[in-house]
């Protein structure tokens, strides 16, 4: 029921903004609407569904700026943007991935916007819980969890979950946390 009620205020949100705002997005929701309309709940929720995913793509693709650039010696890809329910955390997921001429590597995976994320947040929010999973480790003014591998955890702006992992040593995983954009995540809406 609460769902419903969010999607038919973001409906009718869209539909009083005009066209001014016409993409895929309000035209996946003025789709939604049309159907509603009609009494096709089912036409109505696929194109919500659609809308939902177009929203979580484009959120994914402005994250894209948090990333750093590669580290001197390193080397990077470009991002990887996916949305959905490809891994245990639906929503947006941002990776992107760093090598160094010894072919040590390092991704940074952001993640935001699900519903099992919202568990793992409340999880590093609490420091006893944080603790039992690794060290915990400040990098400027978040906290983080540094696994024994080196493998890094953090909660920024009790929103994104940022994972940095790879077969690089602890210090490189460290260095790159260190130089994420926080304060472009903490604005991010």
Not at 116 to 138: D, E, H
Not at 162 to 186: E, M, T, V
Request: proline fraction near 3%; charge should be neutral; glycine fraction near 6%.
């Amino acid at each position: 029921m609460v769902h419903r009620l969010t999607y038919l205020g973001l409906v009718l949100y869209l539909s009083l903004t005009g066209p001014a705002f016409a993409d895929d997005i309000f035209d996946a929701i003025n789709d939604a609407q049309k159907a509603y309309k009609a009494g096709d709940l089912s036409s109505a929720k696929q194109a919500l569904d659609l809308a939902s995913q177009l929203i979580s793509q484009k959120n994914a693709e402005g994250l894209i700026k948090a990333f750093p650039a590669p580290l001197k010696g390193w080397k990077s890809e470009d991002a990887d943007t996916r949305t959905g329910s490809f891994t245990a955390f639906t929503g947006s997921n941002v990776a992107k991935s760093y090598t160094n001429t010894n072919d040590d590597n390092v991704t940074i995976n952001i993640s935001a916007d699900g519903p099992v994320l919202t568990q793992m947040i409340s999880v590093l929010a609490n420091p006893q819980i944080a603790g039992m999973m690794g060290k915990i480790v400040r990098i400027g003014d978040q906290r983080a969890i540094q696994e024994r591998n080196g493998d890094i955890t953090m909660l920024v702006a009790n929103r994104f979950v940022i994972k940095i992992d790879g077969s690089a040593k602890a210090d490189d995983k460290l260095a790159y946390a260190k130089a994420i954009n926080f304060s472009f995540l903490q604005s991010f809406k």
